[in-house]
C-alpha cells in the first residue's frame, strides 16, 4: 500500500520551474463559476447549507459508522507531540477560510474540506521540503469539497486565490484530488456534526422544530471548533450532541441535566460533559448574549427556502424541483454569516 502510495505522490512532484507542474491542460471537469452580475447584494453575500431531519434508527446508523470519516485514531497525538507539523494545517485552514469566504460557499462544504484535510494527513506522510504541495493539497481539498455540496463551483484555476504563492494546472489539481480520493477510499460524504445538529435539538425541545435562529447559532459554534486540534478529540456525534446542549442551555429555557438527559442513548455523557466544558474554555459562546446581530450584510439571514420555523413568521417551504433543492444532500435549509470565522 505505501508502494502504491509513494508511487502517485511521484506522479505530482516536480521542478519548481516556470511551468510549475506537468504540461498544459486546456480542460477542466469542475465546470463553469457563473458569476451573477444582477444579483442583490443580500443573495451575493448569502449561502445556504441543508440539514437533515433523520430517524433514530438512522441517527443509531450514522453514530456506528461515523468513524470512518474520521482520522486515524493517533492523529491528535501526532500533532501534540510534533510528529506532524501543527502549522502545515494552521496554513492550510487559513487558506481554505479565505477562499471559501471569497466564493461564499455554504457552512458544510468548509466543514467537508477541513474533514478530508485532517483526515489525509493523518494516514499519509507528506514529503518533507514540498512547500508547493501544502498549497496544492489545500487547493484539491476545497475543490472537493465543493464538488460535493455546492451548487455552482468555480474552476479549479479560479480557486488559486488569496496569496497562493503557486499556480497549478488543473490535471496537476485533478491527480492530487485522485490520490485524496483513494487515501480516503472514496468516503467523500462524510458523517459530520451537521449530520446530528437537528435531531440533536429537537429532541432536547421535546421534538419541537428548531427556530432559524437556534440553527445559525449551532452552525456557527460548530464552524468555531475547527480552528483548533482540542475538537479532533471528539467524534463528530459528540460535539454536535455538545453544541446542540450547550446552544439550547443558553437561549432556551432548558436545564443542563435535562438536555443531557436527552441525548444519553446517543452518545456517552461523560464524553458531551467533556466536549461542552471544552467550548466553554474556549468561549465559543461568548457573543451570544449580544443578540447575535449581523454586523454587515454579508451577516443578514436569508429566509429564501426555509423551512425551519422562523422566530416571527411563518414556515415558509423550499420548491421541491428547484436546482438547489435537488443538489443539496440534506433537505433543511439555513443560512448563516461565516466570514472571519477562522478569525474569531
Not at 441517527?59 to 500533532?79: G, R, S, T, V
Not at 483548533?228 to 453544541?243: C, D, T, W, Y
Not at 461523560?270 to 461542552?276: L, T
Request: charged share 25%; aromatic share 8%; proline share 3%.
Amino acid at each position: 500500500m505505501a508502494a502504491s502510495m509513494n508511487s502517485a505522490i511521484s506522479s505530482l512532484l516536480c521542478a519548481e520551474d516556470n511551468n510549475i507542474i506537468f504540461c498544459n491542460d486546456n480542460n477542466d471537469d469542475v465546470g463553469k463559476w457563473y458569476v451573477k452580475n444582477n444579483q442583490s447584494s443580500q443573495e451575493n453575500h448569502s449561502f445556504l447549507a441543508v440539514m437533515q431531519l433523520q430517524s433514530e434508527e438512522c441517527m443509531d446508523l450514522m453514530i456506528e459508522k461515523e468513524n470512518q470519516h474520521m482520522p486515524c485514531a493517533d492523529y491528535l497525538d501526532k500533532l501534540r507531540n510534533g510528529k506532524l507539523d501543527i502549522e502545515i494545517r494552521e496554513q492550510i485552514l487559513d487558506w481554505i477560510g479565505k477562499v471559501h469566504s471569497h466564493f461564499n460557499f455554504g457552512p458544510l462544504c468548509l466543514y467537508l474540506s477541513v474533514n478530508y484535510l485532517d483526515r489525509f494527513l493523518s494516514a499519509y506522510d507528506l514529503p518533507k521540503g514540498k512547500v508547493w504541495m501544502i498549497q496544492l493539497l489545500a487547493i484539491a481539498c476545497l475543490s472537493l469539497a465543493a464538488k460535493m455540496e455546492e451548487t455552482i463551483v468555480p474552476l479549479s484555476l479560479d480557486l488559486q486565490i488569496k496569496e497562493a504563492r503557486f499556480v497549478f494546472e488543473a490535471r496537476t489539481i485533478q491527480r492530487m484530488e485522485l490520490l485524496i480520493l483513494s487515501t480516503l477510499k472514496w468516503r467523500m460524504h462524510a458523517i459530520t456534526p451537521f449530520t446530528f445538529i437537528d435531531y440533536f435539538i429537537r429532541k432536547i425541545n421535546g421534538d419541537q422544530i428548531a427556530s432559524r435562529s437556534l440553527i445559525t447559532k449551532a452552525v456557527k459554534v460548530i464552524l468555531r471548533t475547527l480552528k483548533g486540534i482540542h475538537f479532533l478529540e471528539f467524534k463528530h456525534s459528540e460535539i454536535a450532541a455538545a453544541v446542540a446542549i450547550s446552544v439550547v442551555v443558553k437561549t432556551e429555557t432548558v436545564c443542563l441535566e435535562k438536555a443531557i438527559s436527552a441525548l444519553v442513548q446517543q452518545v456517552q455523557k461523560d464524553r458531551v460533559n467533556k466536549c461542552i466544558e471544552l467550548i466553554q474554555e474556549s468561549s465559543l459562546l461568548s457573543d451570544f448574549d449580544k443578540g447575535f446581530v449581523p454586523q454587515s450584510p454579508i451577516g443578514v439571514l436569508d429566509a429564501t427556502c426555509l423551512s425551519y420555523k422562523t422566530d416571527d413568521s411563518g414556515v415558509e417551504s423550499c420548491t421541491p424541483n428547484s436546482p438547489d433543492t435537488k443538489r443539496r444532500k440534506m433537505n433543511r435549509t439555513y443560512a448563516v454569516d461565516i466570514k472571519g470565522w477562522i478569525n474569531e
